[in-house]
């Protein structure tokens, strides 16, 4: 059942996304009057279709071959590559008989979709939900290898990154990464110290899942109602110190000790005020004991309508700023980001086990501005290829040739299929380690 809902999740997302792209090129084709021969979710490859129709003189259609889809446009080197339509006499309805700058817009016009509705995503998210985290003020971190190999500790709680302050807690592994941080200044009981960050670690940073947790103090919020330990005498704000004689500082600590416990009973030392008390407590056959830990420093802000919009318009701003550095570091080899790189798979793997309007509208978004972004890299067969040599006849007054724009669409198409191996090939490595 979890497998369905994430393969769902990803094919309507995909979906979703890939039609509100075309649809911006299809939408300002028609504006212009140039005639839009065929518009595709999915490929048809062969052309064979699982369903098609015509309307408005475009053939629409979904493909059998779930990667992508696409808007051929009449008159237009793209990816179908119909070098016989290019050798005729051009057309007025066609693409490369119109002005440049309406060439220009055709070609932005799916990369405008995808910003306009990551915004209005981001808008209706802020006037639902709202904008929740963890502040870093005050967060304490529970470290992996990776970070303690650095030199950060567990209970460490971060002050800066360079010159920068933290707020969002969640956000720092990738703030750590995305500013090529040199120094880490951090609260480390009552003292400060700063810890220097190897620069070509970068690339571990990057790849490491969960390098900074939550350090989640063992300190009971509620025992719950009807569980083995609703008459074990704990109350809410019992630390929890030890675990059959071995101390325990955070809730992670406990973990291993409690599993390796499963169905038995423990003697734990709980710390109550000023008192140091010793309760009997049960373990379940999962390694748990029924209990809710106090979680720190959440924070959540409310929007109206109208408060939302700038907020949605912060969110998409600060979400295609993160994206551009990571990009900045896949294009350096040193950091090994190339190795982050991922598929649907990847994709699949991001989305929740059960179904969740707010998580899907969240991971929604970032895909919409993912999609834009990489589509305004200067790669032919991209549309940021299109844009840049639409650009250069705008500046230059000169319209690249028709043998220039075939090569270099059969260049582009290859470094985008190497990119969708090395997609498949990272993912495949990931399963299988």
């Known amino acids: 059942m979890v497998i369905f809902i994430k393969i ?73 590559m119909d070098l016989e339509q290019m050798k005729q006499e051009p057309k007025p309805w066609e693409f490369r008989s119109h002005p440049a700058w309406q060439r220009l817009l055709v070609m932005a016009g ?26 870093n003020q005050g967060s304490r971190i529970y470290v992996d290898e990776l970070a303690y190999e650095m030199g950060f500790r567990s209970g460490d709680e971060i002050l800066r990154l360079d010159d920068y302050v933290p707020e969002n807690f969640g ?51 509620s025992v719950m109602a009807g569980g083995l330990n609703a008459g074990s005498g704990l109350r809410r704000g019992d630390r929890i110190a030890a675990i059959d004689g071995q101390s325990v500082e955070f809730v992670q600590d406990s973990r291993a000790l409690l599993a390796a416990r499963s169905s038995q009973e423990v003697a734990t030392e709980v710390v109550r005020g000023a008192d140091t008390l010793g309760l009997p407590v049960q373990v379940d056959s999962l390694g748990r004991i029924g209990v809710f ?48 790189v991922g598929s649907f ?31 305004l890299l200067p790669i032919p067969g991209l549309d940021g290829g299109h844009i840049l040599f639409t650009l250069y006849e705008i500046i230059s007054g000169r319209k690249p040739g028709e043998k220039f724009l075939v090569a270099a669409q059969m260049i582009g198409m290859a470094l985008i299929f190497g990119l969708m191996f090395l997609a498949f090939g990272n993912d495949i490595s990931r399963l299988i380690h």
């Open 8 to 80: 769902l999740q990803v094919i309507l997302a995909l979906s979703v996304l890939i039609i509100i792209h075309e649809f911006g090129h299809y939408l300002w084709a028609r504006l212009f009057k140039i005639r839009v021969e065929k518009f595709y979710l999915f490929f048809d490859l062969g052309g064979k279709a699982l369903a098609r129709w015509h309307w408005g003189g475009t053939e629409f259609g979904i493909g059998w071959l779930p990667f992508g889809g696409y808007c051929k446009i009449a008159g237009m080197i793209d990816e179908s």
């Open 171 to 221: 956000m720092l592994q990738a703030d750590l990464a995305r500013r090529s941080v040199h120094k880490a200044t951090v609260r480390r009981g009552s003292d400060t110290l700063d810890i220097y960050i190897d620069q070509a670690r970068i690339g571990e940073i990057i790849n490491d899942p969960m390098m900074f947790d939550l350090a989640i103090p063992f300190v009971v919020d």
């Open 110 to 135: 799916g990369v405008i979709n995808n910003f306009i509705f990551a915004i209005l995503a981001y808008i209706a998210i802020m006037a639902i939900w709202g904008q929740s985290y963890i502040a």
């Open 345 to 375: 798979i990847a994709i699949g793997q991001v989305f929740p086990d059960t179904w969740d309007w707010y998580r899907f509208l969240n991971i929604l978004a970032l895909l919409s501005i993912m999609l834009g972004v990489m589509n």
């Open 293 to 340: 830990m106090q979680m720190p420093n959440v924070h959540t802000r409310r929007y109206n309508l109208l408060e939302a919009i700038p907020a949605g318009w912060q969110m998409a701003g600060q979400s295609i700023g993160g994206y551009l550095d990571d990009l900045r570091l896949l294009a350096r080899p040193s950091t090994g980001a190339y190795k982050s």
